[in-house]
């Protein structure tokens, strides 16, 4: 999910950019949009970070929050909770990578 969700983030920022800007190498050029992505995709798998069972009280089964992807889970061995940073990172990082 890590890898798709930057995957998509990074391919529609590249196809928005270009579109709205009218130039095809405006996502080469410039960093701001490989920032914003990864920044997306951080939001996208933090949404899917698991953070316990917060049951309120009163809440049934039904109604108690639980998330698709599980604390073992993780890409490249590492744990899927440290993935959000990671894409913060990257897009900080890419922000300065031109071409």
């Not at 529609?12 to 914003?36: C, R």
């Not at 920044?39 to 929050?65: C, H, M, N, Y």
């Amino acid at each position: 999910m890590v890898a798709v969700s930057t995957a998509g983030c990074l391919l529609a920022s590249d196809y928005l950019t270009s579109a709205y800007f009218h130039n095809e190498n405006y996502y080469a050029q410039h960093g701001w949009p490989k920032l914003a992505a990864f920044w997306a995709a951080a939001g996208i798998v933090q949404a899917f970070v698991p953070r316990g069972e917060e049951i309120l009280p009163g809440a049934t089964d039904i109604s108690a929050k639980t998330s698709v992807l599980r604390e073992k889970d993780g890409l490249f061995f590492v744990p899927i909770k440290y993935w959000p940073l990671i894409l913060l990172g990257a897009g900080i990082l890419f922000n300065f990578i031109r071409g």
